[in-house]
């Protein structure tokens, strides 16, 4: 069993940046892809970037490339997204997931989910 707490959102300017935060239970944390996900209201779940349980391989949704960048620590059992450059369409809940083996893009195919925190990004 993984419990996943993130931590990070809030309200910034657009252009601005924060860093999200995913805290995790459990001893085998490395042993899990993470990945993150948001979902804007009236909008379907999407894909925002995942990273592999050694922190060696992410890969990320298109639009978030060049501004966003997921990094690990598991010494801490944390996951981190870095988002810079900011846009007001980022506005929406971002939660992370674990994944049993490689992290993939597909939110169905993730075990364990967080709350999910607001970020919000004003015009």
């Known amino acids: 069993q993984v419990q996943l707490v993130e931590s990070g959102g809030g309200l910034v300017q657009a252009g601005g940046s924060l860093r999200l935060s995913c805290a995790a239970s459990g001893r085998t944390f490395s042993s899990y892809g993470m990945g993150w996900f948001r979902q804007a209201p009236g909008k379907e779940r999407e894909f925002v970037g995942a990273?592999?349980?050694?922190?060696?391989?992410?890969y990320y949704a298109e639009f978030v490339k060049g501004r966003f960048t997921m990094s690990r620590d598991n010494a801490k059992n944390t996951v981190y997204l870095q988002m810079n450059s900011l846009k007001p369409e980022d506005t929406a809940v971002y939660s992370c997931?674990?994944?049993?083996?490689?992290?993939?893009?597909?939110?169905?195919?993730?075990?364990?989910w967080g709350q999910g925190t607001q970020v919000t990004v004003s015009s």
């Open positions: 997931a674990a994944v049993s083996g490689l992290p993939v893009s597909n939110s169905r195919l993730y075990n364990y």
């Open positions: 990273i592999s349980g050694s922190g060696v391989y992410t």
